[in-house]
């Protein structure tokens, strides 16, 4: 080793203390500003101290003793828990024929579709190649490719308005220019 690197290694530095301050050392008055705030604070983060019932389900000491008056027997628990299970079946049922009638409607309209323009069909089921969008898309810049990364293939268009019976509020946008198709 060289010698002013063991004169480095020999000498006594003195330690630097960091004068920097820790914010979240001092402790914080949340009665500051508007008293609203601080009430919705105290709604939303309850103090989590056991000795007290909290309203938002942090800590309730007496749970146990209500549930016990409001239930007092065991069968009329199991009772309770089958009759909720057979309400949850019930309304699976109802969303899963809902869901059925909902499909066997797209089906029928698509073969609708099918029989009367086979190329419109075609072009409502044509797989996508990603490799292609995605080729197209490193070519565009700014904004546009913003838009086209964003979009999701085969979704509903977000910037499509619905037909309303009046005009808009704000009045007509001359600047509106329809987004590009990137197929």
Same mark, same amino acid.
């Given at each position: 080793?060289?010698?002013s690197?063991?004169?480095?290694?020999?000498? &006594?530095?003195?330690?630097?203390?960091?004068?920097a301050?820790?914010?979240?050392?001092?402790r914080v008055?949340?009665?500051?500003?508007?008293?609203?705030?601080?009430l919705?604070? &105290?709604?939303?983060? #309850?103090?989590?101290?056991r000795?007290?019932?909290?309203?938002?389900?942090?800590?309730?000491p007496?749970?146990?003793?209500?549930?016990?008056?409001?239930?007092p027997?065991?069968q009329?628990?199991e009772?309770?828990?089958?009759?909720?299970r057979?309400?949850?079946?019930?309304?699976?049922?109802?969303r899963q024929?809902?869901?059925?009638?909902?499909?066997?409607?797209?089906?029928?309209?698509?073969?609708?579709?099918?029989?009367?323009?086979?190329?419109l069909?075609?072009?409502?089921?044509k797989?996508?190649? #990603?490799?292609?969008?995605?080729e197209?898309?490193?070519?565009?810049?700014?904004?546009?490719?913003?838009?086209a990364?964003?979009?999701v293939?085969?979704?509903?268009?977000?910037?499509?308005?619905?037909?309303?019976?009046?005009?808009?509020?704000d009045?007509?946008n001359?600047?509106w220019?329809?987004?590009?198709?990137y197929?």
């Amino acid at each position: 080793m060289s010698s002013s690197l063991l004169n480095l290694r020999d000498a &006594r530095l003195p330690l630097r203390v960091a004068q920097a301050s820790v914010r979240y050392a001092g402790r914080v008055e949340t009665n500051i500003g508007d008293p609203k705030l601080s009430l919705i604070r &105290r709604i939303l983060y #309850p103090s989590n101290m056991r000795s007290k019932p909290s309203p938002t389900g942090t800590w309730r000491p007496n749970v146990g003793w209500r549930l016990q008056r409001a239930i007092p027997s065991v069968q009329a628990h199991e009772t309770i828990e089958r009759a909720w299970r057979l309400h949850e079946r019930h309304l699976r049922k109802v969303r899963q024929a809902e869901l059925e009638r909902k499909y066997q409607c797209m089906w029928k309209a698509m073969e609708t579709l099918r029989e009367l323009d086979p190329a419109l069909y075609a072009e409502a089921n044509k797989q996508e190649d #990603p490799r292609e969008r995605s080729e197209t898309v490193a070519k565009l810049k700014g904004l546009d490719r913003k838009v086209a990364e964003s979009r999701v293939r085969g979704l509903f268009p977000r910037e499509l308005r619905l037909p309303t019976d009046t005009p808009p509020r704000d009045g007509w946008n001359y600047d509106w220019k329809p987004l590009p198709q990137y197929d």
